[in-house]
C-alpha cells in the first residue's frame, strides 16, 4: 500500500504516519526527518536544506525529489510506504507520478489530515521533539510520563527551530501556496481521502483505518 500524507504544518501527519508505517508494517519516510537527520550531522545536504528550513520557506525540488525517488526504490519498500511532507508541490508530485509509472506503480491514497489554521499554532507551539530518535509529543495533548525526557529513548526534548509562531506563520502561508492545490491534483487522480485532524489522536487513527481497511 502506497500512501501519502497531505495536510498543513502541525495537522498532525508525522503522528498518523507512525501509527499507520506500525500497524501496516511499512516504512514511513518523513522529508521532514531525512533534513533534519542531516542537519544534525552536518551534511552539505544538511547545510543548504537548513537555510530553507529556518525561514519556514521549502527546500527546493531538486534537492528533495531524487532523494524520494531513490528511497522508494529500496527492498523494504515492496510492500508499500507512507510519505509525510511529500510530495508538497504541484512538480514534486509529477515527478513521483512518473517515477512510479516507469515501475508499473501507483499511489494508492492520498489521505488529507484537516486542520483549520487557528488549531495550528497552539499545536506546534506545544510540540516537543526528541533530539536522539525524532518521537513527537504535546505538552497537553500527547505527553511524555516525565516531562522534557522521551518516552522511547531517555533522550530530552525540544522546540523545533522552526515551530516559533512567526516562522509557522510563514509555513501556513507557504502550504496554501505551494502545498494545498495537491489537493485538487489528488482529486482528479481520484485517491484523495479526507479525515477530520482535530479530533483525538486515537480517532484520527481511526478513521484512517477506516479508508486503509484492517
Ligand atoms: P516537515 O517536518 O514535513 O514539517 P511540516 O509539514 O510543517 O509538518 P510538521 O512536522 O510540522 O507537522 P505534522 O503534520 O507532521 O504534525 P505532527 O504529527 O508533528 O517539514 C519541515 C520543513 O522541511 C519544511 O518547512 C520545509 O522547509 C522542509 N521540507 C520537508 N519536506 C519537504 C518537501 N517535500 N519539499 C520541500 N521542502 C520540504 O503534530 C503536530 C503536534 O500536534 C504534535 O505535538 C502532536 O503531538 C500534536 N497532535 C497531532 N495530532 C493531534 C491531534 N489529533 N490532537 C491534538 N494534538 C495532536
Ligand atoms: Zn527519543
Same mark, same amino acid.
Given at each position: 500500500?502506497?500512501?501519502?500524507?497531505?495536510?498543513?504544518?502541525?495537522?498532525?501527519?508525522?503522528?498518523?504516519?507512525?501509527?499507520?508505517?506500525?500497524?501496516?508494517?511499512?516504512?514511513?519516510?518523513?522529508?521532514?526527518?531525512?533534513?533534519?537527520?542531516?542537519?544534525?550531522?552536518?551534511?552539505?545536504?544538511?547545510?543548504?536544506?537548513?537555510?530553507?528550513?529556518?525561514?519556514?520557506?521549502?527546500?527546493?525540488?531538486?534537492?528533495?525529489?531524487?532523494?524520494?525517488?531513490?528511497?522508494?526504490?529500496?527492498?523494504?519498500?515492496?510492500?508499500?510506504?507512507?510519505?509525510?511532507?511529500?510530495?508538497?508541490?504541484?512538480?514534486?508530485?509529477?515527478?513521483?507520478?512518473?517515477?512510479?509509472?516507469?515501475?508499473?506503480?501507483?499511489?494508492?491514497?492520498?489521505?488529507?489530515?484537516?486542520?483549520?489554521?487557528?488549531?495550528?499554532?497552539?499545536?506546534? +507551539? &506545544?510540540?516537543?521533539?526528541? !533530539? =536522539?530518535?525524532? @518521537?513527537?509529543?504535546?505538552? $497537553?495533548? %500527547?505527553?511524555?510520563?516525565?516531562?522534557?525526557?522521551?518516552?522511547?529513548?531517555?533522550?530530552?526534548?525540544?522546540?523545533?527551530?522552526?515551530?516559533?509562531?512567526?516562522?509557522?506563520?510563514?509555513?501556513?502561508?507557504?502550504?496554501?501556496?505551494?502545498?494545498?492545490?495537491?489537493?485538487?491534483?489528488?482529486?482528479? +487522480? &481520484?485517491?484523495?481521502?479526507? !479525515? =477530520?485532524?482535530? @479530533?483525538?489522536?486515537?480517532? $484520527?487513527? %481511526?478513521?484512517?483505518?477506516?479508508?486503509?481497511?484492517?
Amino acid at each position: 500500500m502506497k500512501i501519502i500524507m497531505l495536510g498543513a504544518p502541525g495537522a498532525g501527519k508525522g503522528t498518523q504516519a507512525k501509527k499507520i508505517a506500525d500497524k501496516y508494517s511499512i516504512p514511513h519516510i518523513s522529508t521532514g526527518d531525512i533534513f533534519r537527520a542531516n542537519i544534525k550531522n552536518g551534511t552539505e545536504l544538511g547545510k543548504k536544506a537548513k537555510a530553507y528550513m529556518d525561514q519556514g520557506l521549502l527546500v527546493p525540488d531538486e534537492l528533495v525529489v531524487d532523494l524520494v525517488v531513490d528511497r522508494v526504490k529500496q527492498d523494504d519498500c515492496a510492500d508499500g510506504y507512507v510519505l509525510d511532507g511529500f510530495p508538497r508541490t504541484i512538480p514534486q508530485a509529477e515527478a513521483l507520478d512518473q517515477a512510479l509509472a516507469g515501475m508499473n506503480e501507483k499511489v494508492d491514497y492520498a489521505i488529507n489530515v484537516e486542520v483549520p489554521d487557528e488549531n495550528i499554532v497552539n499545536r506546534m +507551539s &506545544g510540540r516537543r521533539a526528541c !533530539v =536522539d530518535c525524532g @518521537a513527537t509529543y504535546h505538552i $497537553v495533548y %500527547a505527553p511524555t510520563k516525565q516531562e522534557g525526557i522521551c518516552d522511547k529513548c531517555g533522550g530530552s526534548l525540544i522546540l523545533r527551530d522552526d515551530d516559533k509562531p512567526e516562522t509557522v506563520q510563514k509555513r501556513l502561508g507557504v502550504y496554501h501556496e505551494q502545498t494545498q492545490p495537491l489537493i485538487d491534483y489528488y482529486t482528479q +487522480s &481520484g485517491i484523495l481521502r479526507e !479525515v =477530520d485532524g482535530t @479530533a483525538e489522536i486515537d480517532d $484520527v487513527f %481511526a478513521a484512517i483505518v477506516e479508508i486503509l481497511g484492517e
